[in-house]
């Protein structure tokens, strides 16, 4: 059983940066892909794709949305995930939701395991 517990939410400015931390129990979070996910508002429960970070830190994938704005990382010896979220925009509001990750038809796709989210406000 995986436990991940998001944090680092907050409510801010547009332009704004925030970080995102996400921290797993399993012990196995070296060994796997962790990806983000966010879910804005009004868009009722469908997630969408924000960054993943491969198990040893070198493959980083990016949503377009976010591309040269956001920037995931890991450091597998705290078993935690982050998100550097620079440049943040109105419609980067949303919960965001750490997740690992598994393979799906032969692409990455959510996994089994997500945490509580941690809410992100972008607003003047």
């Known amino acids: 059983q995986v436990q991940l517990v998001e944090s680092g939410g907050a409510l801010v400015q547009p332009g704004g940066s925030l970080r995102l931390s996400c921290i797993s129990s399993?012990?196995?979070?070296?060994?796997?892909?962790m990806g983000w996910y966010r879910q804005p508002p009004g868009k009722g429960k469908q997630r969408e794709f924000v960054?993943?970070?491969?198990?040893?830190?070198?493959?980083?994938t990016y949503a377009e949305s976010v591309k040269g704005r956001f920037t995931i990382s890991r450091d597998n010896a705290k078993n935690t995930v982050y998100l550097q979220m620079n440049s943040l925009k109105p419609e980067d509001t949303a919960v965001y939701y750490c997740?690992?990750?598994?393979?799906?038809?032969?692409?990455w796709g959510p996994g089994d395991y997500w945490g509580q989210g941690t809410q992100v406000t972008v607003s003047s």
């Open positions: 997740n690992v990750m598994k393979i799906q038809q032969g692409s």
């Open positions: 960054a993943r970070v491969s198990s040893g830190g070198d493959i980083k």
């Open positions: 399993g012990s196995i979070f070296g060994l796997t892909t």
